[in-house]
């Protein structure tokens, strides 16, 4: 079965600081992996996407991600963190199946500490 | 271009009652989607619907009912509300290809008691 682990509930990081937010993913095929951010009382808002090409992928509010096939791992990285990322950040794949279906992790809460 | 809008953004609702949410797009996409989100278990696919014309179950669809009306819009139908399906419910579309992120409706926060 295909699936996204995002295996921190929570991340703190001091402002300033780089921030990193793990996924991994399992699927069958080449992904299409996807970033979104969720702020309070709000809907989800697309990040960044990696579908083919160079592995390190560059999206809004100055964040990135790093495709790594051997570890199947998608990344979300930020070099120097804002209080205002804090939020709820989710990971997501697109099936590969043949279906329009996307897989979410269970997200990643992103407290940054002035 | 209001992108993807939702309504009601609030509802209660008691056991046995019925409600449709009604979702509708702006940007000419072919993709739609419900999903719900309930705390620690992320987002969950309820039904989808690939195209204009077509719907198909995502991992939840016990309880709930869809409707394509046309290519902007997309309801889903509680025919029996139940306390388990107490969850802010998500609108979302894609254009299907090429481009394949999703845009996200601001959602609707629904209470059964």
């Known amino acids: 079965a295909q699936s996204v682990a995002q295996p921190e509930d929570q991340v703190n990081v001091a402002e300033g600081n780089p921030l990193t937010v793990k996924c991994t993913y399992s699927v069958s095929g080449n992904p299409y992996l996807f970033w979104y951010v969720q702020y309070p009382n709000r809907g989800l808002q697309f990040l960044l996407k990696y579908i083919t090409g160079d592995n390190l992928v560059k999206g809004s509010y100055g964040f990135e991600a790093e495709f790594n096939k051997s570890q199947t791992s998608f990344h979300l990285k930020k070099p120097s963190a804002l209080v205002s990322d804090s939020a709820l950040y989710f990971c997501?794949?697109?099936?590969?199946?043949?279906?329009?279906?996307?897989?979410f992790g269970t997200g990643t809460r992103l407290k940054v500490l002035a | 271009n209001a992108g993807v809008t939702q309504t009601p953004k609030f509802q209660v609702l008691k056991t046995g009652q019925s409600m449709t949410l009604q979702c509708a797009q702006d940007?000419?996409?072919?993709?739609m989607y419900w999903y719900r989100q309930d705390p620690g278990m992320g987002l969950r696919l309820i039904y989808y619907s690939a195209s204009e014309g077509t719907t198909d179950k995502g991992e939840v669809p016990n309880g709930y009912n869809v409707s394509r009306l046309n290519k902007r819009e997309f309801s889903l139908r509680l025919e029996s509300a139940a306390p388990s399906q107490t969850s802010v419910y998500f609108c979302a579309s894609s254009e299907g290809s090429a481009r394949y992120e999703q845009y996200f409706g601001p959602g609707t926060r629904l209470t059964v008691t």
């Open positions: 940007m000419n996409h072919n993709s």
């Open positions: 997501a794949v697109r099936d590969t199946g043949g279906t329009y279906k996307y897989i």
